[in-house]
Structure formats: C-alpha cells, structure tokens
C-alpha cells in the first residue's frame, strides 16, 4: 500500500475531537501527508453550545455559528501547524461537504470521530457511517467511549 499523501480531518468540536484530531496528525507525520481540516456548519443546527457562544436571542444565527467555527478552527489549525489554505469551513450536510472537499481535493485518507453530536447512541454516528459508505479514498473511523 502506498503512502498517504493528503488526510482530511473532519471535526465537529464536541468533547472528543481531541482524540480525532491527534490520530489526524499523527498519520501525517507519520506519513509526511498534507493535512487539511474541515468543520461542516450544519444548515440545521440544534444548539450552538460546541462553538462556546453565547447568542442572543434576536441574533443572526447563522453569522455567529460561522464566526464561532472560525474561530475554533483557526485555533486548532495553529495547534496541528495547518495552513489556512487547507482550511475548510462550509455550510450544510456534514456528511456531503466532508465527501464534496475530499474528492476535489485529492484527498486519500478522511478521519473522522466513531461519533459525535448526533451519533452517541450509535456504534458508528450518522456522519461517521455517511462518509465511510460514500468517499471515494479510505475512511478511518477513530473509536471514540463515552466512558
Ligand atoms: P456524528 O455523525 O455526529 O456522530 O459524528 C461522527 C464524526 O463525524 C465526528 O466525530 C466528526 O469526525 C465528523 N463530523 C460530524 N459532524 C461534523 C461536522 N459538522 N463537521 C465536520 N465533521 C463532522
């Protein structure tokens, strides 16, 4: 098998992308691969509680969420030594845009959390089992416990 050469790490900023985030950069290193972040705005967001603001009440919803993301991705590109250029925050399905950037940017290895926001009661979470049935490069799914 060859190397890879550009991995994608989705992170949906709940508890555990931590986790997800160090196996991300740990693939690089080891396999001197680019490595480039994706944070998906759902178009259907529930609570903008992961983003940690405080929004009021007659807010544009939308606006802060997206700002709040920025920010959060920025801060997590500076720690991993990411690029902006390989930043990627988009609005909509997760699942859709995380396949949408990978394929168009050669991507050969997505990472993602065995769940998140939507999945914990799940084995694998909607986002995770999206991904893995429609990428076109390998999937790999981090085993993330609630324990
Ligand atoms: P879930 O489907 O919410 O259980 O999430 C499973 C995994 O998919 C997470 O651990 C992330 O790696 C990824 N993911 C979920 N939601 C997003 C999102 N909005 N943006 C980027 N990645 C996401």
Same mark, same amino acid.
């Given at each position: ?24 950069n ?20 529930i609570?903008?509680?992961t ?13 802060? /969420?997206?700002? *709040? ?12 030594? $990411?690029?902006?250029? +390989? @930043? ?33 009661? /799940?084995?694998? *979470?909607s ?11 390998? $999937?790999?799914?981090? +085993? @993330?416990?609630?324990?």
């Amino acid at each position: 098998m060859e190397n890879y050469k550009h991995i994608l790490l989705a992170v949906d900023f709940y508890e555990h992308s931590e986790a997800v985030a160090n196996r991300a950069n740990d693939l690089a290193i080891k396999y001197q691969a680019k490595l480039s972040i994706i944070h998906v705005v759902d178009s259907m967001p529930i609570t903008d509680a992961t983003y940690g603001a405080d929004i009021p009440f007659n807010m544009d919803l939308t606006t802060e /969420l997206m700002a *709040g993301a920025k920010t959060r991705l920025a801060k997590l590109a500076e720690k991993l030594y $990411v690029p902006k250029d +390989r @930043l990627w925050l988009e609005m909509g399905s997760p699942k859709i845009e995380i396949i949408r950037v990978a394929k168009e940017n050669k991507v050969d290895l997505i990472v993602v959390g065995s769940h998140g926001r939507h999945g914990l009661a /799940l084995i694998l *979470g909607s986002t995770a089992n999206g991904v893995l049935h429609h990428a076109n490069c390998d $999937v790999l799914a981090v +085993r @993330l416990r609630d324990d």
